[in-house]
């Protein structure tokens, strides 16, 4: 299956110095593959229905119906969960084998558990800067190739700065996948995404990582340019549409691909029930959608 993922040898001193104060940021992460250092706001939750595919000439892999939840739970401390259906289609070509070689399956894939931290916030000349380590659970059948058959981790450093209407995500990671036919990597991904009106934000972003096993249909190193955006509905603010399309440009030929269906709520200070309007992030709707 496709996963998508340095380690963290600063953590203990960020923490020390997580008090910095600095401008709002906005979150990236869906529909692209960079992720950001900004958690859901505390007592908010974000909740997303989507579908995506990612596929190389050895394999091609589908995700959905997938279900996320984000939950503000603490002051920049976010959990997060992913219950993903998929399918995985090896395309039985006769240079793969044996990777890339079988029947189409279908159903529950590996679930994911996170934890996003801020560790230090946007300021005039310091980005934001957190991490978003997760654990992959298994819950997919792998001996049908829909999971890996053990707990496997997503270890990144992300940051990002806000420059008016454009916002620059970007950071690296290492994932660990302690199993037969899997490899630990490194990936990296930056992302630049500007508002263009108060509906249409587009964004395009560099994203690459490494090789990532005989198991997998990445079975060698690939960098890809994709294109994305969100559109804002106008009677609900707190609801987005999300897409993503890309493709690579180096190494291994790899198509990526997200669609999906975003909405956040909460309450604010006074206990007041929002959906994350001007009124909380003004001049800019805060989130912005895997």
């Known amino acids: 299956m496709k996963t998508r993922c340095y380690g963290v040898v600063t953590v203990t001193a960020l923490l020390v110095i997580v008090i910095l104060s600095g401008p709002k940021a906005w979150a990236q992460g869906p529909p692209y593959q960079t992720d950001d250092p900004v958690p859901v706001e505390l007592h ?32 920049r401390v976010q959990l997060h969960a992913i219950l993903p259906f998929g399918v995985v289609a090896p395309l039985n070509h006769p240079v793969y084998p044996p990777s890339g070689m079988g029947p189409t399956e279908f159903g529950l894939t590996d679930m994911e558990l996170g934890a996003k931290i801020a560790f230090i916030k946007e300021s005039k000349h310091l980005p934001q800067i957190g991490t978003f380590t997760m654990f992959e659970i298994p819950t997919g059948n792998a001996d049908k190739g829909l999971g890996v058959g053990n707990v496997w981790y997503k270890i990144p450093v992300w940051l990002q700065k806000n420059v008016g209407k454009w916002t620059f995500d970007g950071g690296a990671g290492y994932q660990v996948v302690p199993q037969n036919g899997y490899r630990n990597f490194p990936y990296t991904g930056w992302l630049v995404k500007k508002e263009l009106s108060e509906r249409l934000e587009l964004g395009a972003e560099v994203f690459a990582h490494g090789r990532e096993g005989s198991a997998t249909a990445q079975t060698e190193a690939s960098t890809m340019v994709d294109v994305g955006g969100y559109y804002h509905f106008r009677h609900h603010p707190g609801e987005q549409f999300l897409f993503c399309y890309g493709h690579s440009v180096a190494g291994q030929t790899e198509n990526y691909a997200y669609v999906g269906m975003y909405w956040t709520w909460g309450k604010d200070s006074g206990g007041k029930k929002e ?16």
């Open 275 to 290: 959906g994350r309007s001007e009124e909380l992030f003004p001049g800019q709707l805060n989130r912005n959608g895997f």
């Open 44 to 75: 908010h939750y974000e909740f997303y229905v989507f579908g995506g595919v990612d596929g190389t000439p050895v394999e091609m892999d589908s995700v959905g119906p997938a279900l996320e939840f984000n939950w503000g739970v603490l002051p």
